[in-house]
């Protein structure tokens, strides 16, 4: 017999022959076989030259021949873990099921902010930001917030964080926190009071400046129509609607007394009339008559002149005021503000000019350095010692007057914040108006943000193509070109832009997803960690079970053949092969395979679609083959062929067959026949 010969360079090197194919296929035309040569032949050998009228030949080819089997598999989706919510709220957007969501897309949103679909293997686990360190800042100042920094501004050297009575808190970089008023020693109580003086002239005189706001402005004009229409109601009085009107509540309310009147009977000790005592019915009755009578004479006589007076006077101080409110301060009051701020800095000037150096101190030498590093000693004057002389008092003195703070030479305790470097507001945990007391804002700073985390957010945004105007890179550190990149990309997907990848904002997963199911559903309300959608990571799959015995069959990489439901057969390859077979109660063993289309788009509108997997479970290459109809059982064993000899003759040739191929070729060995003779076919 012929040994089969394998396909070289192929997974198939490992297979088992399928021997039993080709022992079913010979005894599929075994029987034809020998019935053909029996009814042709007396029972004795068949000779050479026999002459038979043949109408149908094929020719002897070299081919590859194939074996293959079919696994009856599923078209369907493969299941990833489903996408939880990291935020809680109500759910204002959802896709349905068989939308896919592309990197770039927002997932759902929760009260109208978006959740959005990034490319990464690492699950979002914290909020980016600038800096490592959390870290709150209270407020050491007695007063009121004023002005708070928003969320998300990045903090530098200088920079304010909020305002208490209009006076900056100002970061400096350093790495001693601050713990006490900085300033030359010498002190008094009259100090205190000069500061206070001068703190409140200040304060008088900002407000006196600042420019009206829309909304004091449309308040004033809200009260002036007011006042414009109660006295215009005044003036009109008495109205004939109106008059009529009180005489017909008028006459309601004295019968309702005349009825309450008749009923009460001191004496009898019926004990009620309708629902109230007697005499509470006829107290009600009384009141609600007096009540109609004043109301009809006002009606009728009109206003007094007293009443349009009083009218017309707030009229007049309504349109005072919205007039101030618009036209801006009066220079005078402007002029004398200003004294009393000129005279407040002096009188705190004199009281400190008088006063002796301070001691060493390591955070008057972090103070000193961070002015320095602001530009205030442009000379290189500065000796960057640890001591609060007359000249650090100058330069700290040059810095409060650029920052709008009390030019006295003092930072008292609670005016700054040494930060570690630069910083970025995560929160606010109070708003102006607010007493100045207790925490005020949570911030990043420290050393920058750093990890994989931030490496995948860098490459999804370059990805998407926010790059910091060429700048960013993916260097895995949040930098400005980070915050830049970022702050883009919120403002383009409708995020807020605050520069701050907040947990939940995002969610991180390795790809494009197919939605296979809504796990809830607009307008509901959800909390943190509630499943929201099923997913698939991957294109449609065909999943089937190998059976035990045909484990070496496959290996990830191998090509297949997929017949779909319409029977049309579509290129596959072999994704998957569980390594662990599955045992079950009433079957054999086998192992999970996963097949992935060439062309995934053929599977669009099939989900758990019945499909059948072809596989070449052998193969052999260019080996000389006929049609195994072709060949002849002879009765002293073996097999042969018809040969087309010419002329309309045949002759029997014997041959030696071996790999059977499942289009029903048989590869065959003989010295008689060569490629292109015609063997008969019956």
């Known amino acids: 017999m012929i040994e089969p010969v394998q396909r070289s360079g192929t997974s198939m090197k490992n297979r088992r022959p399928r021997y039993w194919l080709i022992l079913a296929g010979f005894v599929a035309v075994a029987a034809v076989i020998i019935a053909t040569v029996l009814s042709q032949i007396d029972g004795s050998p068949v000779a050479v030259g026999i002459e038979a009228e043949r109408s149908n030949f094929a020719e002897v080819v070299i081919t590859d021949l194939v074996q293959e089997e079919t696994f009856d598999g599923t078209l369907g989706s493969i299941a990833n873990d489903p996408i939880s919510t990291q935020l809680g709220g109500t759910i204002t957007d959802i896709p349905a099921s068989g939308e896919t969501i592309n990197q770039g897309e927002a997932l759902f949103a929760i009260d109208d902010q978006p959740v959005v679909l990034l490319h990464g293997d690492l699950p979002a686990f914290r909020d980016i930001a600038i800096g490592e360190d959390t ?70 005189f900002t407000a006196l400046t600042s420019p009206a706001g829309n909304q004091q402005v449309q308040a004033a004009r809200q009260t002036l129509i007011g006042t414009q229409q109660t006295l215009q109601d005044l003036l009109n009085l008495p109205d004939p609607n109106t008059v009529q009107i009180a005489q017909a509540n008028l006459s309601d309310a004295e019968a309702a007394l005349q009825l309450a009147q008749a009923a009460y009977d001191p004496v009898s000790w019926r004990p009620e009339v309708g629902s109230l005592p007697q005499s509470l019915a006829l107290q009600q009755a009384t ?69 002796s150096a301070a001691g060493p101190s390591p955070d008057v030498q972090q ?76 911030i990043a700073t420290g050393d920058a943000a750093h990890g994989e985390d931030v490496r995948q957010l860098e490459q999804a945004l370059l990805a998407l193509g926010f790059d910091a105007e060429g700048e960013l890179v993916a260097d895995g550190v949040y930098n400005p070109e980070t915050n830049q990149a970022v702050l883009a990309f919120q403002a383009a997907v409708g995020l ?187």
């Open 135 to 204: 870290v709150t800042v209270a407020s050491q100042l007695n007063g009121t917030i004023t002005w708070v920094a928003e969320p998300g501004t990045v903090i530098k050297q200088g920079d304010v964080l909020f305002r208490v009575n209009d006076q900056p808190v100002v970061a400096l970089y350093g790495a001693q926190p601050a713990y006490r008023t900085l300033a030359l020693e010498g002190f008094d109580p009259a100090v205190v009071a000069a500061q206070a003086a001068l703190s409140s002239a200040k304060a008088n």
């Open 287 to 355: 009141n609600s008559y007096e009540t109609a009578l004043a109301q009809y004479n006002q009606a009728s006589q009109g206003a007094t002149p007293g009443q349009i007076a009083s009218a017309q006077a707030q009229v007049a101080q309504a349109q005072a005021s919205l007039d101030t409110l618009q036209q801006g301060p009066d220079p005078d009051a402007m002029a004398a503000a200003q004294a009393q701020v000129d005279q407040a800095q002096v009188a705190l000037d004199q009281l400190l000019s008088g006063a």
């Open 367 to 442: 103070l000193k350095e961070a002015l320095i590093a602001l530009g205030y000693d442009p000379d290189g004057s500065m000796t960057l010692d640890s001591e609060f002389t007359t000249a650090t008092r100058e330069i700290v003195m040059a810095w409060q007057e650029d920052i709008g703070a009390i030019s006295d030479g003092v930072v008292d305790f609670g005016e700054v914040v040494f930060l570690a470097g630069s910083a970025q507001i995560l929160q606010t945990l109070t708003s102006a108006g607010n007493p100045a007391t207790g925490a005020v804002m949570d």
């Open 496 to 682: 807020e832009p605050d520069g701050i990848i907040d947990l939940g904002e995002v969610v991180f997963l390795p790809g494009s997803v197919r939605v296979t199911n809504q796990l809830a559903f607009k307008s509901s309300g959800v909390s943190a960690g509630s499943p929201l959608l099923g997913i698939s990571l991957s294109e449609k799959v065909v999943r089937f079970d190998l059976p035990a015995n045909d484990q070496g069959l496959l290996a990830v990489g191998d090509a297949v053949t997929v017949e779909m439901p319409d029977q049309s057969p579509v290129p596959a390859n072999v994704a998957f092969v569980a390594q662990t077979a599955t045992a079950f109660e009433n079957g054999p063993a086998t192992f999970e395979v996963r097949i992935e289309l060439d062309d995934p788009t053929v599977a669009a509108g099939l989900d758990e679609a019945p499909v059948d997997v072809i596989v070449v479970s052998d193969a052999v290459e260019e080996v000389m083959a006929i049609p195994v109809s072709s060949l002849v059982a002879l009765l002293e064993g073996g097999y042969a062929v018809e040969k087309e000899t010419g002329g309309g003759d045949t002759q029997m040739v014997a041959v030696e067959v071996g790999f059977f191929g499942s289009n029903n070729m048989i590869a065959v060995i003989s010295e008689q026949l060569q490629p292109g003779d015609q063997v008969v076919v019956p």
